[in-house]
């Protein structure tokens, strides 16, 4: 029998506690090793035994999560899940928690309908799965957080260069999941202004994923925003797919545009990698390029499969730098992969196939 992931819970909210422990505890894979009102009562608790993740509040009292969270992460890294509100300071500050060495961050349960707490429950019990296979590093406490850059772009929306009015054949079409904001932000730095239009699914709470391609489009020499229903894909933009929707890639004559939309979870996500996968090889094609990376089970692998039977070329993250390497593995077993590479390679890889 496989040993149980043992979970330690931190949030000053006992109803949060209660439901936390009551939605991670329907998994028979996890056991709640305790439960902590605060990270000094936690800190004493992990005097006496070490959980497996840690799922963490961002704000509490005595000592908020961050604080912790730099603590942890330079002296005994644990993974660590940001449990966080939908509020906008709390999705910044959630987003900033990965940049210290977060695995991953959950929405905050609420008291809702069955079919809400059902979703969160799998979003939940998957991420802290996810994060316990994850590899954490040591925090240099001297590292500092990469800010936006303090140029005219970074206040003054970003003007439309030529060839970003112009339509292009190719598409890149990218998924991530546990690890990706990190991977994606990488990946995303290295892309030139005029680089073909980019779509990407990285599994996220809602609203976060407008925080993210805030924090990314600061970051970035392209733009990079939250995806709307029938926006164009066009070079020099990245499209990230809105947290709790699925997005797929849509084409209308030569112009690509993406559909936002409802529906049920797909690959036990949504937005979900392989419903975008599998739009790209019916609208895109073999003018659509596709990227796999870190994350944990499954998603992607068959949309992958029928973009490279459609005539795609496909990469894959390489184990080592891998947070997870769950989504990749599985795309490359069922043969949908073309070339697997580290990070820092990928973007050079598919702009020499553009």
Same mark, same amino acid.
């Given at each position: 029998?496989?040993?149980?992931?043992?979970?330690?819970?931190?949030?000053?909210?006992?109803?949060?506690?209660?439901?936390?422990?009551?939605?991670?505890?329907?998994? =028979?894979?996890?056991?709640?090793m305790a439960t902590?009102?605060?990270?000094?009562?936690?800190?004493?608790?992990?005097?006496?035994?070490?959980?497996?993740?840690?799922?963490?509040?961002?704000?509490?009292?005595?000592?908020?999560?961050?604080?912790?969270l730099k603590k942890?992460?330079?002296?005994?890294?644990?993974?660590?899940?940001?449990?966080?509100?939908?509020?906008?300071?709390?999705?910044?500050?959630?987003?900033?928690?990965?940049?210290?060495?977060?695995?991953?961050?959950?929405?905050?349960?609420?008291?809702?309908?069955?079919?809400?707490? $059902?979703?969160?429950?799998?979003?939940?019990?998957?991420?802290?799965?996810?994060?316990?296979?994850?590899?954490?590093?040591?925090?240099?406490?001297?590292?500092?957080?990469?800010?936006?850059?303090?140029?005219?772009?970074?206040?003054?929306?970003?003007?439309?260069?030529?060839?970003?009015?112009?339509?292009?054949?190719?598409?890149?079409?990218?998924?991530?999941?546990?690890?990706?904001?990190?991977?994606?932000?990488?990946?995303?730095?290295?892309?030139?202004?005029?680089?073909?239009?980019?779509?990407?699914?990285?599994?996220?709470?809602?609203?976060?994923? $407008?925080?993210?391609?805030?924090?990314?489009?600061?970051?970035?020499?392209?733009?990079?925003?939250?995806?709307?229903?029938?926006?164009?894909?066009?070079?020099?933009?990245?499209?990230?797919?809105?947290?709790?929707?699925?997005?797929?890639?849509?084409?209308?004559?030569?112009?690509?545009?993406?559909?936002?939309?409802?529906?049920?979870?797909?690959?036990?996500?949504?937005?979900?990698?392989?419903?975008?996968?599998?739009?790209?090889?019916?609208?895109?094609?073999?003018?659509?390029?596709?990227?796999?990376?870190?994350?944990?089970?499954?998603?992607?692998?068959?949309?992958?499969?029928?973009?490279?039977?459609?005539?795609?070329?496909?990469?894959?993250?390489?184990?080592?730098?891998?947070?997870?390497?769950?989504? =990749?593995?599985?795309?490359?077993?069922?043969?949908?992969?073309?070339?697997?590479?580290?990070?820092?390679?990928?973007?050079?890889?598919?702009?020499?196939?553009?």
């Open positions: 029998m496989n040993k149980k992931i043992k979970v330690l819970i931190i949030d000053d909210s006992a109803i949060v506690r209660q439901t936390l422990s009551e939605l991670l505890s329907s998994d =028979p894979q996890i056991e709640i902590a009102a605060d990270p000094l009562i936690a800190i004493e608790r992990l005097k006496v035994e070490v959980p497996d993740v840690i799922t963490l509040d961002v704000e509490m009292p005595r000592m908020d999560g961050i604080t912790f942890l992460m330079s002296q005994h890294p644990i993974p660590v899940v940001m449990c966080s509100s939908l509020t906008g300071s709390g999705s910044e500050t959630a987003l900033r928690a990965l940049e210290y060495g977060a695995v991953d961050i959950i929405e905050k349960p609420r008291i809702g309908t069955k079919q809400f707490l $059902e979703d969160a429950k799998v979003a939940i019990c998957d991420a802290v799965k996810a994060a316990a296979m994850s590899r954490t590093r040591k925090l240099n406490i001297k590292e500092t957080v990469i800010e936006p850059k303090l140029t005219a772009d970074a206040v003054i929306e970003k003007p439309l260069s030529r060839a970003m009015i112009q339509t292009t054949d190719k598409v890149f079409v990218v998924g991530a999941s546990t690890g990706g904001t990190e991977a994606l932000r990488v990946f995303l730095e290295s892309m030139p202004l005029d680089a073909p239009g980019i779509v990407i699914v990285q599994h996220m709470p809602e609203k976060f994923t $407008e925080a993210f391609a805030r924090r990314l489009d600061s970051l970035c020499g392209i733009s990079v925003k939250e995806a709307a229903n029938d926006d164009s894909v066009i070079r020099g933009r990245a499209l990230i797919a809105p947290g709790n929707r699925h997005m797929l890639l849509k084409r209308s004559g030569a112009r690509y545009y993406v559909e936002v939309k409802d529906g049920p979870l797909v690959c036990r996500h949504r937005p979900s990698v392989d419903v975008l996968f599998r739009s790209a090889a019916r609208y895109a094609g073999k003018n659509a390029i596709g990227v796999i990376m870190t994350g944990m089970g499954d998603d992607g692998a068959r949309g992958m499969l029928e973009m490279k039977e459609a005539g795609s070329f496909n990469v894959a993250q390489d184990e080592a730098s891998c947070v997870v390497w769950g989504m =990749p593995k599985k795309a490359m077993e069922c043969g949908a992969v073309h070339k697997v590479a580290p990070l820092e390679r990928i973007s050079s890889i598919i702009l020499e196939k553009a």
